[in-house]
């Protein structure tokens, strides 16, 4: 057989493996070794927000070479906290997407303030606690999506000034940390407003990677 018509049925090999390829399989470099869907806190422009990017770049830094991927949680982050209930909606679609197309991306879920909120839907922990309940809450997620996830990350989460920090209750317990700025209003009984706004700076995304990076 001549050499153009091996080259020519190795061709043909090749379009007929693409073709029957099985759907929603991915190819490895369409997907990251690891992706952080990061909800921002309110009022911060679209994408991962100060927090979420500070927390990426410590965490992009330990990763040792891997490849790393963000993703901000689509959602309003405005004055109507009853929307955070469409960030946890957003997040749990992206779960789901990237368990079908990336099934061996480490997914890294996150959030800051109402962005932490968000992240407590998923958890099956009242974002607020339990005096206000599931009010403008999302079902949280099932329990093969949350197994998808192998660490999570939230910062001046309002659910701990209520008991309910991610640390430790909820579907994610023991794979999250639940970070909260002494003094921080919104996740403590504190008073000192400015520390709401120190997460973006040591020691807390370092600390916090340091935690994701070990369980990832």
């Given at each position: 057989?001549?050499?153009?018509?091996?080259?020519?049925?190795?061709?043909?090999?090749?379009?007929?493996?693409?073709?029957?390829?099985?759907?929603?399989?991915?190819?490895?470099?369409?997907?990251?070794?690891?992706?952080?869907?990061?909800?921002?806190?309110?009022?911060?422009?679209?994408?991962?927000?100060?927090?979420?990017?500070?927390?990426?770049?410590?965490?992009?830094?330990?990763?040792?070479?891997?490849?790393?991927?963000?993703?901000?949680?689509?959602?309003?982050?405005?004055?109507?906290?009853?929307?955070?209930?469409?960030?946890?909606?957003?997040?749990?679609?992206?779960i789901a997407d990237m368990g079908v197309r990336c099934p061996q991306t480490s997914l890294v879920l996150g959030g800051f303030s109402q962005g932490a909120a968000a992240v407590s839907m998923l958890a099956g922990v009242p974002p607020v606690g339990p005096r206000i309940g599931s009010i403008g809450s999302a079902p949280p997620l099932p329990p093969a999506s949350a197994g998808q996830v192998a660490a999570v990350a939230v910062f001046g989460n309002p659910g701990a000034r209520f008991g309910s920090p991610l640390s430790s209750t909820g579907q994610f317990a023991g794979r999250a940390i639940d970070v909260c700025s002494g003094g921080d209003p919104i996740c403590s009984a504190g008073r000192d407003r400015a520390a709401h706004s120190a997460y973006e700076r040591p020691p807390y995304p370092d600390q916090v990677a340091a935690f994701v990076a070990g369980l990832i």
């Open positions: 057989m001549s050499m153009s018509r091996i080259a020519s049925l190795v061709g043909i090999l090749a379009a007929v493996t693409v073709l029957f390829a099985p759907v929603g399989t991915a190819r490895a470099d369409d997907c990251p070794d690891v992706e952080v869907i990061f909800a921002r806190g309110t009022g911060e422009p679209p994408g991962v927000g100060r927090v979420g990017q500070a927390f990426a770049d410590a965490l992009a830094a330990r990763l040792g070479g891997r490849t790393m991927d963000t993703y901000g949680v689509n959602y309003p982050a405005s004055l109507n906290f009853l929307a955070a209930a469409s960030g946890a909606d957003d997040a749990a679609a992206r």
